[in-house]
């Protein structure tokens, strides 16, 4: 098969060696690359049953077959795991500029086990995996760390050679399980504690280089195809709405739907919401659209802070995940300040979601006179105290969140209150509202995750009914597994409105040669979704993981929307039918 490079590296961190090796051809063609592979090789290789935080968990980074490419939306990469946060299967995405850098490499995967005595830093090259003290690098922020590591290898490389890094903060360093990887400043493989990982692995940073380029099966189709895509979708209204608002339009769309998680997830609409909305983040900062590399979407916002205490701050974000936790959940009012937190969580380098979910909690927690941590909601300063306790794995309110939802609530002793699904926290996305969402977040491999179908989509755009259930699991599982191929391929999610089934047949023939018909690839997208799923399986899952947290089956206190565990099971009963996933777990 084309578009592929048929190596793997191997990198053993304990003894700093490294070795390159080859798979199967029906590896690739059974799953691709990106999720497919990366998916094959941790099931391959993990001992079953493992601790997340030993030396034998995998850390796999991994591209798809157009990474690098004139593919538009390919400039991404996956990292994929046993999760610290859940136990079970972790997949976690970036984009920006170094995937282009991974890429170059000349490997399919770079398969990471093992710790290292002291704190490391990585050099990838198409040679293999080269060692390098990071002691130096020890507790500075991922700003600090990317800038430091940048200047340290600066010019070392061949010129024309892609060189980037991915790095981690000082939650990782201090265990912190849902620990972010960062690049390019502002980008993150954010969910589910993969940066906790490389972290227990005393790997501080991952400097990539080189000069390999991917043989496709038909290299002008492919360009053509792009040329094509690119003149057609230019005044897509999907292009235009990324381009002029980014994701910060949700907080609008989502507060209009009523399914806008407030005030920890027990109201659905946020009277403030026009505060933090998209016109808010665009009137009150200066905002410049920013795009990662092969994208015309540029959904990134720059901001920069005009007013107020945090006058100057620059970052690219929030995105609505950001303004959804600490504008919805934590009841923070001002925009500013919700740029401010989401900066904290980038230096400190731990998941928006994760930490404004916890964040939100803390402050349930202590209304309900079950923590004694003082904390309101909407107290701002007082999160950003909160989130520095969090990522130093503080004793006591600290070391409490920082090891996640289920332990907190555990420690709270608030379980029916606590929102997740297999440990992790769900989007912003209200299942009582969209109960699509509710689908979505029980069949993801990682927990509850808004990514791998954006099933939001259609119940937002009126493609189904959102209150339907009868028969929404079969357009669910078609978008599931259109999207799970953009996983293989690790395309962004944000081009699923141009890239329908016929355009991504199109396109992943063109890369690799291989049958790009629907009911071919809906195999291949199966064989992925079955292997992940028989690794959550192996690790220990229970068919009561596979739905919601008891919380979301309490009615909105605001609409009074519901969603019913007979709803839920329903569908959920209908998807395992569909899929052929009936036998007893």
């Known amino acids: ?291 990662c590399a092969k994208c015309y979407l540029s959904c990134g916002r720059m901001t920069k802070v005009i007013q107020g205490p945090h006058k100057g701050l620059v970052l690219e974000g929030p995105e609505y995940e950001t303004l959804y936790t600490f504008g919805g959940l934590c009841m923070v009012e001002e925009v500013e300040q919700i740029v401010r937190l989401n900066h904290v969580c980038d230096s400190l380098g731990i998941d928006t979601i994760t930490a404004g979910n916890l964040a939100a909690f803390a402050m349930m927690a202590h209304e309900q006179g079950k923590s004694d941590y003082a904390i309101q909601f909407g107290d701002a300063r007082a999160i950003e105290e909160l989130l520095v306790k969090i990522a130093a794995n503080e004793a006591g309110i600290g070391q409490t969140l920082a090891r996640g939802i289920r332990h907190a609530a555990a420690v709270f002793g608030m379980e029916d209150q606590a929102v997740h699904v297999k440990g992790l926290e769900p989007a912003g996305y209200d299942p009582r509202v969209l109960k699509g969402m509710g689908l979505a977040y029980a069949a993801s491999d990682r927990g509850a995750c808004h990514l791998r179908s954006t099933f939001y989509k259609p119940e937002l755009a009126g493609m189904i009914d959102p209150d339907q259930v009868e028969g929404k699991a079969k357009l669910f599982i078609d978008f599931e597994d259109r999207l799970t191929l953009f996983d293989t391929m690790i395309l962004c999610k944000f081009y699923r409105d141009l890239y329908p089934w016929e355009l991504l047949g199109e396109m992943i023939t063109a890369a690799t040669g291989m049958d790009g018909s629907k009911e071919n690839l809906s195999g291949i997208a199966l064989n992925v979704a079955a292997k992940a799923r028989a690794f959550n399986l192996r690790e220990g899952m229970t068919p009561e993981d596979e739905t919601l947290a008891q919380a979301f089956f309490t009615p909105l206190k605001d609409s009074g929307a519901a969603i019913t565990k007979d709803e839920m099971d329903f569908m959920f009963n209908d998807y395992q039918k569909i899929r052929n996933w009936t036998e007893k777990k």
Not at 115 to 136: C, S
Request: aromatic fraction near 10%; include cysteine.
């Open 1 to 291: 098969m084309k578009g592929f490079f048929n190596q793997i590296l191997y990198v053993d961190l304990s003894n700093q060696k490294a070795e390159i090796k080859s798979v199967d051809q029906s590896v690739y063609e059974n799953f691709l690359g990106g999720k497919g592979l990366a998916t094959w090789l941790l099931t391959e290789l993990n001992p079953p049953g493992i601790d997340p935080l030993s030396p034998e968990n995998r850390l796999i980074f991994a591209t798809g077959a157009v990474t690098g490419t004139t593919t538009w939306g390919s400039s991404r990469y996956g990292v994929f795991t046993k999760s610290p946060l859940t136990g079970l299967y972790a997949e976690s995405y970036s984009g920006g500029k170094v995937p282009e850098a991974i890429s170059a490499t000349g490997f399919d995967a770079i398969v990471i086990h093992g710790r290292a005595d002291g704190l490391i830093m990585m050099e990838i090259t198409p040679e293999g995996a080269f060692f390098h003290d990071g002691t130096h690098l020890a507790g500075k922020d991922t700003f600090e760390t990317e800038s430091a590591v940048k200047a340290e290898f600066s010019g070392k490389h061949p010129k024309g050679w892609k060189t980037g890094l991915s790095v981690i903060g000082p939650a990782a360093e201090a265990g912190v399980k849902f620990s972010i990887i960062k690049n390019d400043g502002w980008r993150c493989a954010g969910r589910a504690g993969t940066g906790t990982v490389m972290g227990s692995k005393n790997l501080k940073a991952i400097v990539f280089s080189g000069n390999k380029k991917r043989e496709v099966f038909d290299k002008k189709g492919l360009t053509q195809l792009s040329k094509a895509m690119a003149a057609e979708a230019k005044d897509h209204p999907v292009v235009q709405a990324y381009k002029s608002m980014g994701t910060s339009q949700m907080v609008k769309i989502m507060n209009n739907a009523g399914a806008f998680p407030t005030r920890y997830w027990t109201k659905g609409y946020a009277p403030h919401w026009e505060k933090i909305s998209a016109d808010a983040l665009h009137s009150q900062c200066d905002v410049t659209p920013h795009a």
